[in-house]
């Protein structure tokens, strides 16, 4: 799936980019030029950012079960 449609840069490259070290919108941007047209992804780049700057790595957490 594309995170940037303008650029063609799918979500697995911004991953990519994040982990080699983009932690912003503009660094992303001056990566892979992902963002920096209509904009209409900013939003989405810094949710995949924020995602995988979590200490999980945006692993969906474990639901505690409570026992009776
Ligand atoms: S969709 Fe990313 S800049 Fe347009």
Redesign the pocket.
């Known amino acids: 799936m594309y ?5 063609s ?1 799918t979500e697995e490259e911004v991953t990519e980019e994040i982990a080699r070290g983009a932690h912003t919108e503009e660094q992303l941007g001056d990566r892979c030029g ?9 939003e989405r780049l810094g949710c995949l950012i924020a995602a995988a700057l979590q200490p999980n790595g945006g692993a969906p957490r474990r639901v505690p079960t409570h026992s009776a």
Do not use: D, L, N, W
């Open positions: 995170a940037c449609v303008c650029f840069v992902a963002g920096t047209s209509c904009g209409t992804c900013v």
